[in-house]
């Protein structure tokens, strides 16, 4: 590679000097590129790190076209490489180039993390770019930009006071995926005469079928697949915790944020495993997420498929703590998930419940429904319906 790198370096007119370089930064954004989870490849970042901000400005759009929106570890290295390089030039003098930033700002092809970076810097030595770019963000892939569009719309929406202000809002609520935006657009919305469901919007399942609980003394519950785990329908009777039988049973909720409290559903139970179904149903092949919050041990299934499994208890439970992504295939499609609990016995340990959804995959509300049974009779309802007594009434039976 090192020859060739020569070779090519000779055949441009360049300075072998430039084609180590060039190596010099491949090989540091290789190191980079493989850090994982719980320090690994960090030994070799550190100096790899160093390797990359010392190439300065020729390094910039390199380091930025290497961040990975689905590794954490790699886009933290990478950003802080990307700042230091940043000060670098603004500290010899020399401006960033504003028209690649600018490109590389609006290429969606990038990574998301990357593309707000670029846009960072780019808003740091360019005052315009607020109000030329941010407008173009409202349905943008990035989390950080549409965030950022939303809340320079709302400041205009609400400077102008327009007659049309309820109208815009509703438009602009389409437009945020944040919980904390959704919640103020909610809210400024009623407050002008409107009303709109964060529920729907967020697409959150409101209706399950429950079973448990199932034995997980020492945590071995996680591992263990039991009956429930493929079940393709919401029936039969299974052993559970302690030789007692469990069999399913519906549950809904009319917590606007689609939260199911399993000790008040299945009893406050320790060292246990319950698992919640409900069918989706799509009218076409749909890429989607599915979404869960959860204060413990979580798994979750699509059709039988595991999506997403994350082995952690009562280390707090953030908005969207655990993402699976998945394909809808057309029709009725089975969500299983699978909600453990420790035997933790401090008041903030106690709390056993989840919330889960299913969205695109910017956290927006994809066209599915849901079909339920309520009394023997099967019905369909719109994904995100809240029973009577909630927030909306029934949309379709």
Same mark, same amino acid.
């Given at each position: 590679?090192?020859?060739?790198?020569?070779? =090519?370096?000779?055949?441009?007119?360049? %300075?072998? !000097?430039? =084609?180590?370089?060039?190596?010099?930064? %491949?090989? !540091?954004?290789?190191s980079l590129r493989a850090v994982g989870k719980e320090?690994?490849?960090?030994?070799?970042?550190?100096?790899?790190?160093?390797?990359?901000?010392s190439q300065g400005g020729p390094a910039l759009f390199l380091a930025l076209g290497a961040f990975d929106d689905d590794n954490v570890a790699v886009t933290n290295w990478l950003r802080t490489a990307v700042d230091a390089i940043a000060e670098g030039e603004h500290a010899a003098g020399r401006k960033l180039p504003a028209d690649k930033l600018e490109a590389f700002v609006t290429d969606t092809k990038n990574a998301a993390t990357a593309r707000r970076a670029a846009y960072e810097l780019l808003a740091a030595q360019d005052e315009t770019v607020k109000a030329r770019l941010l407008p173009g963000f409202l349905n943008d892939k990035s989390p950080d930009l549409r965030r950022d569009a939303v809340a320079n719309e709302l400041a205009i929406l609400e400077k102008a006071a327009k007659p049309s202000l309820k109208a815009n809002l509703e438009k602009l609520f389409a437009h945020a995926r944040d919980k904390d935006q959704v919640d103020l657009l909610a809210k400024k919305i009623a407050d002008a005469g409107g009303k709109v469901s964060v529920t729907e919007h967020f697409g959150f399942v409101t209706h399950?079928?429950?079973?448990?609980?199932?034995?997980?003394?020492?945590?071995?519950?996680?591992?263990?697949?039991y009956p429930p785990e493929g079940a393709r329908d919401a029936s039969g009777k299974f052993p559970g915790k302690g030789g007692a039988e469990v069999k399913w049973q519906p549950a809904d909720t009319r917590d606007k944020y689609g939260t199911f409290d399993l000790n008040t559903l299945l009893g406050k139970h320790k060292d246990a495993?319950?698992?919640?179904?409900?069918?989706?149903?799509?009218?076409?092949?749909t890429p989607c997420e599915i979404r869960a919050t959860c204060a413990t041990a979580t798994q979750i299934f699509l059709n039988g498929k595991l999506l997403c499994a994350h082995e952690e208890y009562h280390h707090?439970?953030?908005?969207?703590?655990h993402v699976g992504k998945g394909t809808l295939r057309k029709g009725e499609n089975v969500l299983t998930l699978k909600v453990c609990q420790n035997n933790q016995t401090e008041q903030w340990a106690q709390t056993w419940a989840f919330q889960v959804r299913v969205c695109d995959p910017t956290g927006g509300p994809l066209p599915l429904e849901q079909k339920v049974t309520t009394d023997g009779r099967e019905r369909t309802i719109k994904l995100g319906f809240v029973p009577e007594g909630g927030?909306?009434?029934e949309e379709k039976k």
């Open positions: 590679m090192r020859l060739w790198i020569c070779i =090519a370096a000779v055949a441009l007119g360049l %300075a072998p !000097a430039a =084609a180590r370089a060039d190596e010099d930064t %491949a090989r !540091a954004l290789k320090g690994k490849g960090n030994e070799d970042a550190g100096p790899a790190w160093k390797t990359l901000v399950v079928a429950l079973v448990g609980p199932f034995d997980s003394t020492g945590g071995k519950g996680f591992a263990v697949a495993v319950a698992y919640a179904q409900a069918v989706v149903v799509a009218g076409a092949e707090g439970a953030p908005f969207d703590s927030e909306k009434k």
